[in-house]
């Protein structure tokens, strides 16, 4: 850690230059996939994650159908919301970006001119993994995953702080966890008003899945929610 004379004791930049070291130490083809893991794999990833629930969901039918839907519709909303909330916080804090400040750092992906805290990307990340803990503890797990994953590229990326990042880790949070009893009151009589429309019915429930007010009666259907249940416990 003798390059790290410059940084002082401030335990942020010093944590990052240790990850982001880790770059000059891989083969570049390494360096070439985290680049695009952390740039755009993870959020497509996320987003195949939400329809992967979605299409889950549908297919199991159920009375909770609907309110299912809303939280799932909800995930990529509360991402959007959060963003939204993170403009003014960027630009009351203004701070720039850690290759701006530090000599030394492998930075992966070029033309970051843009402030550095909050990060965008481990923001929304957060917010669609907690919105999808909130309706499917299974799909959730896995979304908290992926966003932890998002939060350690951009780092080893070198175009944010650790705390960039546990900043945005915290408003997704945040926004997904509050907004969500005023949004699944909103949007849950929406997805119940198009269960019952002719064309669109099956965006909420699929040909052949339990009907509103029964259990699904396929097995692996009752099994995962024998297992939402235990994670729940």
């Not at 997904?176 to 019915?201: N, W, Y």
Request: with cysteine; proline share 5%; glycine share 10%.
């Amino acid at each position: 850690m003798a390059q790290l004379a410059e940084s002082g004791s401030n335990p942020d930049v010093d944590l990052l230059y240790d990850i982001n070291g880790l770059a000059k130490h891989t083969p570049h083809r390494v360096d070439q996939v985290v680049e695009f893991v952390g740039e755009w794999g993870l959020l497509l990833a996320m987003v195949l994650l939400v329809v992967w629930c979605w299409s889950t969901a549908r297919r199991r039918g159920g009375a909770d159908a609907a309110a299912t839907v809303a939280g799932l519709v909800w995930a990529p909303l509360a991402a959007g919301v959060a963003l939204l909330v993170n403009v003014p916080i960027r630009g009351f804090v203004e701070r720039p970006r850690p290759f701006v400040d530090h000599q030394g750092l492998e930075v992966l992906v070029g033309g970051k001119t843009d402030f550095s805290f909050v990060s965008d990307h481990a923001t929304i990340t957060m917010a669609m993994g907690v919105g999808l803990f909130i309706t499917h503890r299974k799909f959730g797990i896995a979304g908290i995953a992926l966003a932890l994953v998002e939060g350690f590229c951009r780092v080893f990326m070198g175009v944010h702080y650790p705390t960039d990042v546990i900043g945005g880790f915290a408003l997704g949070t945040a926004v997904a966890l509050l907004l969500s009893p005023l949004a699944m009151a909103l949007l849950t009589p929406v997805m119940k008003a198009v269960e019952t429309a002719p064309r669109v019915g099956r965006l909420i429930r699929a040909r052949g899945a339990a009907p509103a007010g029964r259990e699904a009666s396929v097995p692996e259907a009752r099994a995962e929610q024998a297992e939402e249940r235990d994670l729940a416990a």
